[in-house]
């Protein structure tokens, strides 16, 4: 999930929409198809519609920062819209929509009625507002979505409404771009085929767009959220070298293509992505004068793992100063709740850092908690802390073997993350029981599988293949070792760990053939690596 901007805070990045010219035309309706011009910095867009000429401008500006999720630009481009044509129902609606962000665990639905009650008080005065059956179309998927219900029966009349527009309206690109945006909000709250199979619906309504006008920023953004596990990323590929070509000066644009490499175990671009979405936040920080913690540390999360893998130690230890200097004044000036991402920014890091090298020193002994008994935080927040609650567990294993703290964290996550806790338990018991370690990470498989139809992203709990694994080659097992460790390099290509676990496997195990292939591989993967870092891995290989 993409890191959230606070609702108070203004943008981390300013969008230079640099048009040298809008082209307006008009159908015998005198509907606008209104384009932007320059496609270098968020991309084409085009949507029929009925505001006037003052209001293209900064309605298509919004319409392409919303399809890049850049939501509070999007908010004030939809403001100047309206102010250009109030009788314009169209911004409103999207102005509305911004305030959902359920790809990150944020729909602040009171927001939302703010902005359809400046409209008009019903929705059903707000749908005769509409002049054209597109903006009505879009206008009624609005309206369904933030009527009364649960989140997940919103997001299915949403995406159902969307639906219907495209079959009554099949040509209309911006029918088809919602669409799977709503289909992909839809497959959220389900899980296995169900959720893979609503993925590929999604990934036939942006690919629609896509083919027709490859410049289309939401085209290629919800290809890659719809392809971005690891049974589908070959498919997103084309538009992830594509996106943040297409929207240069939209931020996440220059991040999400890191869906499709982390699958793919391509750490160089993934390496490559997310430092470009790094600098664009820190200069978008600075250039307006936010705090030192306004800044994409989903992005940095990224960073770190790529460079990881990479077997750049010093870098990845690096970010974690980073983290620790930006965030440093937080404390008694923002509520943990309010904004996880920066809060949990350096422990996150630092927790990535011990877990993939050994080095715990970085790792806080005075961690922060969010309170998830807390019922008014937002989903994103809840689930952070549930994520931050677990490392406390994992770090007090592995680093300080405190049983007790084990056991607190297994409890507190009993009801909110069972199956969090559950592993806990596992790696504990495996931890205390060494004579029956095989069998109990055994068990612990089921629970820690990768889903192949889910999307993926870097990790946040110990590899038990990993650990089995290496388990194996210690009683002897080396033949079973190369097993096990080949399917966790199939649900997670080219992980450094896993490799060389293989190649322990390999070697014990007599296979000259299979060790000297993956030693070629290691070599292909940290041609960038710390020279001190590559030599102690390899020994530690061998």
Not at 311 to 322: I, N
Request: hydrophobic fraction near 45%; proline fraction near 5%; charged fraction near 25%.
């Amino acid at each position: 999930m993409m890191r959230v901007i606070p609702r108070l805070v203004p943008s981390l990045l300013i969008v230079l929409f640099l048009s040298p010219a809008l082209m307006l035309a008009q159908d015998d309706d005198h509907a606008h198809h209104a384009r932007t011009a320059d496609a270098r910095a968020l991309g084409r867009v085009s949507f029929s519609n009925s505001g006037n000429a003052a209001a293209q401008k900064p309605f298509l500006e919004g319409l392409a920062l919303i399809h890049s999720f850049e939501y509070t630009e999007a908010v004030g481009a939809f403001k100047r819209a309206q102010k250009a044509d109030a009788n314009f129902a169209l911004p409103y609606w999207m102005e509305a929509l911004t305030n959902t962000q359920l790809v990150w665990g944020i729909d602040d639905t009171a927001s939302a009625h703010a902005a359809l009650n400046r409209l008009a008080p019903t929705p059903a005065e707000r749908l005769a507002r509409a002049r054209t059956p597109a903006e009505r179309a879009f206008g009624a998927a609005v309206e369904a979505f933030y009527s009364s219900g649960s989140e997940d029966s919103r997001a299915h009349a949403f995406a159902d409404s969307l639906r219907h527009w495209t079959q009554r309206m099949p040509t209309d690109p911006e029918a088809h771009a919602f669409a799977a945006l709503g289909i992909i909000w839809e497959a959220l709250y389900l899980e296995g085929e169900a959720a893979a199979k609503l993925k590929t619906e999604a990934a036939r309504h942006a690919q629609y767009v896509f083919d027709r006008n490859p410049l289309h920023p939401g085209a290629a953004h919800y290809i890659i959220h719809a392809t971005d596990a690891p049974a589908t990323a070959r498919q997103g590929l084309r538009a992830a070298l594509e996106y943040s070509r297409i929207a240069p000066d939209a931020e996440h644009a220059l991040h999400m293509p890191s869906h499709i490499f982390l699958p793919l175990g391509m750490w160089n671009e993934l390496a490559s992505a997310n430092e470009r979405a790094w600098k664009a936040s820190r200069a978008a920080a600075k250039r307006n004068h936010f705090e030192s913690w306004a800044s994409d540390w989903h992005s940095l999360n990224w960073l770190q793992y790529a460079y990881l893998q990479q077997g750049r130690w010093k870098a990845a230890r690096a970010l974690v100063d980073t983290a620790r200097r930006l965030t440093s004044g937080m404390r008694g000036k923002v509520k943990p709740a309010d904004d996880p991402d920066a809060t949990l920014a350096m422990e996150q890091l630092a927790f990535r850092y011990g877990a993939e090298t050994g080095d715990w020193s970085l790792f806080p002994s005075d961690s922060i908690a969010i309170d998830l008994n807390d019922a008014t935080i937002s989903q994103r927040a809840r689930g952070m802390g549930s994520i931050a609650l677990y490392h406390k567990g994992l770090y007090a294993l592995k680093a300080r073997h405190d049983s007790a703290t084990v056991q607190s964290v297994i409890a507190s996550l009993s009801k909110s993350r069972p199956q969090a806790a559950q592993i806990l338990e596992g790696l504990l018991s495996a931890a205390s029981k060494r004579s029956a370690q095989i069998e109990a990470l055994e068990k612990l498989r089921p629970l820690a599988r990768v889903d192949r139809y889910s999307s993926m992203t870097p990790p946040n709990c110990p590899n038990i293949d990993e650990a089995l694994g290496a388990a194996l080659v210690a009683g002897g097992r080396a033949n079973d070792a190369i097993k096990v460790y080949g399917e966790a390099l199939n649900d997670r290509p080219r992980r450094a760990a896993s490799l060389l676990g293989l190649l322990r496997a390999q070697d014990a195990a007599g296979d000259k053939a299979g060790a000297r292939a993956t030693r070629t591989e290691l070599k292909k993967m940290w041609a960038q690596a710390d020279p001190e870092v590559r030599a102690k891995l390899m020994a530690r290989a061998e």
